[in-house]
């Protein structure tokens, strides 16, 4: 009985949450709780002429990438989100096929105080040098298992799971340096106007969101955020 009520509480937490304050009424319309990936079956349909202001947007002033020479790709995420977990296969074939000159850079939203867990979480495991194992394990966890992982401690757990010292993951997630990150993520966040997840920003000049009305759902996403790549690339030359 524990366990079904947990999962139900996380899952109305993730469902909740997947957009900012500014947007959380239309969060709890079942309709707008639906993946924006639900254009899937349009999936097929032939390559859109892409129209800024419309199916992508242009971030001003733009925002300066961590990335040097390269093309900075940019997922704004929360591990609570369900739409980020439905997106997560996009994100492998994205970084696969991104080229040479572009880098994928994550950055966790924390649009909730439940949120912040995940975030931290994150940088962590980042820091500790087990986030490219650990990555989609926590999307499974917490969406396709339904574990309870809300707290940092229970998230410590999890991360022991893959060879990490509890404490010492315990120490890391309350220092002043995650703490700096999680800051600069938010101010990230801010800068970029994103308001829902998950979002795509192309080398801190355009937004990629999903949009059901508009039909953007990964795979127009993917086209689009691949296009952006490629004319970034060329204004280089």
């Known amino acids: 009985?524990?366990?079904?009520?947990a999962s139900l509480l996380l899952a109305v937490l993730a469902v909740s949450a997947c957009t900012s304050d500014k947007t959380a009424t239309a969060a709890t319309d079942p309709a707008a709780a639906k993946p924006a990936a639900a254009p899937a079956a349009a999936a097929a349909a032939p390559t859109r002429d892409w129209?800024?202001?419309?199916?992508?947007?242009?971030?001003?002033p733009r925002v300066p990438t961590t990335t040097g020479d390269k093309i900075e790709v940019v997922e704004v995420f929360s591990y609570a989100c369900p739409h980020c977990a439905h997106f997560q296969p996009t994100m492998d074939e994205l970084k696969a096929k991104l080229p040479a000159n572009a880098q994928l850079v994550l950055v966790p939203a924390v649009?909730?105080?439940?949120w912040e867990p995940f975030a931290r979480a994150f940088y962590t495991a980042r820091a500790l040098g087990v986030l490219d194992k650990t990555h989609n394990a926590l999307f499974e966890a917490l969406h396709t298992q339904h574990q309870p992982?809300?707290?940092?401690?229970?998230l410590a757990g999890f991360y022991a799971n893959y060879g990490v010292d509890p404490k010492s993951f315990l120490a890391t997630a309350q220092s002043f340096v995650i703490?700096?990150?999680?800051?600069?993520?938010n101010n990230l966040v801010k800068s970029y106007g994103v308001s829902s997840t998950p979002t795509l920003v192309i080398n801190g000049k355009y937004r990629v969101e999903m949009n059901a009305e508009n039909k953007i759902g990964p795979n127009e996403a993917l086209e689009i955020a691949l296009m952006l790549v490629k004319q970034e690339a060329a204004a280089k030359k």
Request: proline share 3%; aromatic share 16%; glycine share 6%.
């Open 1 to 5: 009985m524990f366990k079904r009520l």
């Open 179 to 185: 703490d700096s990150q999680i800051a600069n993520g």
């Open 51 to 60: 129209q800024l202001g419309a199916d992508y947007f242009l971030i001003d």
């Open 149 to 154: 992982l809300y707290s940092i401690e229970s």
């Open 111 to 114: 649009f909730n105080p439940q």
